[in-house]
């Protein structure tokens, strides 16, 4: 079982903000998930290549030629605040 | 206490110049209006799917070829998750621990021909993250931060060196010749002021003899070589003062101020560097055809260091010229056209002495401007077989300049031919006999009345007749030599 600091360690860097039973939840769903990594890493993989995708597809790439975008009012139509054509954020520095 | 070495190793940012961002079909811009290069994909809107540009990964084989890097058989992307508002999905696509380019050397030459060594730890392709303007500043009127997504997904090659260097200058030798290296290949405008080429040092000291390496700090984002070495220096500088009053560096994230000298730290972001890599699920692997990759190797075109060798030691040229005509594709091309017709080392004197100063009055370079590698050639031949003097063999420069004319066009259109012995002769007796004065002068052994007799017989003549065969000339007129 991992721990809470953990549990709020991973919340933090999700940017997720968790009441005491939601970080109860996550604790025993994010433990049930390691435990099962530790069950699969437990057996004998010598030989076996790590799985990093299921479909056996290989070099999906595009050729270099533009393509039209976004005029700039239907790119910043969903930004909660506009400045000058650009999105607008909490000051940053 | 002993002796503190630098260790320095530095990352290398390299925009491609392709017409295309890294996973989407949006030009990528500089200077255009804010967020008028964007799409559903660069936006990270809900449920679009990135495509790799297939030339972004032929620049980036291109890159590791030209490195020496072994190029991986099979390469995959990774995410790289931290949030800011420059990176709208919260994590960026990079490579991790199969990176595209692996292991390579480039070898630099410092000014005094020695060699200077760098390991490539690893070139890798990732995108760039959109431009946010802090609050105020030019956007006056703006509270908080600004984001322009135009360069947002610009597809980035990222190098990293092993920590092989050990002073600031040699540091600015490897980046500048690395930068000279990567715009033969064509690949990017590596522009330092322009950001499309970035470099960040890593930096620490140890005791000279150490095998282990001391606590590094991170020098961010210079936009000149040359800041970036004084940067260096300053932190080697800050770094050994606080080992001598026994301190310890902390390792930070540091900036230079160019105005004061100063190091400051930025701000520290706190977990920042968990970025719980995992593999892109959203893209399959790249796995370039051996093929391919042959292919690729066989048109790399000649680099600039390889070339600079070659030119002094097949051509004739010295080390300073080399240094001149290699120092872009393009002046080499010319130059290498001009050098194919007539006396290489006559070519290079020409095209880096008075055809660049001339041009450089017009904000011109030799390739864009009327004059032609055959029009050089060709002067360097109307010079060595006697038709034209030297004076006479510039101002024809200056004419194909305006016209565009073949050089012999120009000195018949202009005169500029040299004079018949015997005109010439025949002008310079006038001159004696016009200035006894000076003649007199001559006769004492004032040598340096000379010039005024080369310059009125250079006034009288058009500039059409050799100096030296003027002085000859005086000297028989008045010495009887």
Known sequence: MIDDTTVRHVARLARLRLDDAEEQVMREELSGILEHIDAIRAMDLDGVPPTTHVIELENVLRADEPRQGLSQEDALREARAVV??????PRMD | MSDLEPVIGVEIHVQLSTRTKMFCGCAPSFGDAPNTHTCPVCLAHPGVLPVVNGEAVRRALIIGLALGCEIAPRSIFHRKNYFYPDLPKAYQISQFDIPICGRGEFTAIREDGSELKVGITRAHLEEDAAKLTHGGGRRAGADG????FNRGGTPLVEIVTEPDLRSA???????????????????SDCSMEEGSMRADANVSVRPVGSQTLGVKTELK?????????????????????????GGHVQQETVHYEPDTGHITS???????HDYRYFPEPDLVPVAPDPAWVERLRS???????????RLVVEMGLTQEDAEVITGSPELVAYFMEAAGLADPKSCANWIRGELRAQLRELGQEPWESNVTPAHVAALVGLLADGTVSVPAAKEVLAGVIETGDDPATVVEARGLGQMDAGDLSAIIGEIVN??????????????????????QAMKRTGGRAEPQAVQALVRAAVLGE
């Open chain 1, 84 to 89: 000058d054509g650009s999105f607008e954020v």
């Open chain 2, 145 to 148: 931060s600004v984001v322009d």
């Open chain 2, 169 to 187: 200058a040699d540091t600015a030798i490897f980046l500048r010749q690395l930068r000279q290296t990567l715009l033969f290949l064509g690949v």
């Open chain 2, 221 to 245: 984002n210079m936009n000149s070589f040359r800041f970036l070495e004084r940067g260096v220096e300053a932190e080697i500088a800050r770094q050994r003062e606080i080992i001598a009053s």
């Open chain 2, 266 to 272: 930025l701000r520290s972001k706190e977990e920042s």
């Open chain 2, 299 to 309: 048109e790399q075109p000649e680099l600039p260091i390889p070339l600079r060798r």
């Open chain 2, 434 to 455: 016009a200035n006894p004065d000076q003649a007199q002068q001559l006769r004492d052994g004032k040598d340096k009345v000379m010039g005024f007799f080369v310059g």
